[in-house]
């Protein structure tokens, strides 16, 4: 089913951001789901999804959307910061470092 199918791709986009910042992140999901399917390049909307898997405990789902922005953009830093930080919260430290390191170096150090 989709939500609002009278909006295009960027409409659903900017809607899911709104919803997303008014902490509504099941609706958020559900729009960035259809917008990521349509739209499997678009960085913006797969990293909106990853933070909303990642407010909402869905570290699984975060970690797989993080690990696809970065095998298709090895140089985005947030994604590895956010990566870092998904598995710091699984309970994974070890597999975190590598990925916070690299944030750090690319953001300059301002982690």
Known sequence: MTLWPELDLAERYRKAQVFFDAQDY?????LLVEVVAAEPTH??????????????AQLRRAEETLRVIIEREPTEAYAHLMLGRTLQRAGRHSEAV?????AAIM???RV
Do not use: F, I
């Open 98 to 102: 590598p990925h916070l390191r690299m």
């Open 43 to 56: 960085q913006a909307s797969r990293l909106l999804l990853a933070r909303t898997y990642y407010a909402t």
């Open 107 to 109: 953001l300059d150090d």
């Open 26 to 30: 099941r609706t958020a999901e559900n």
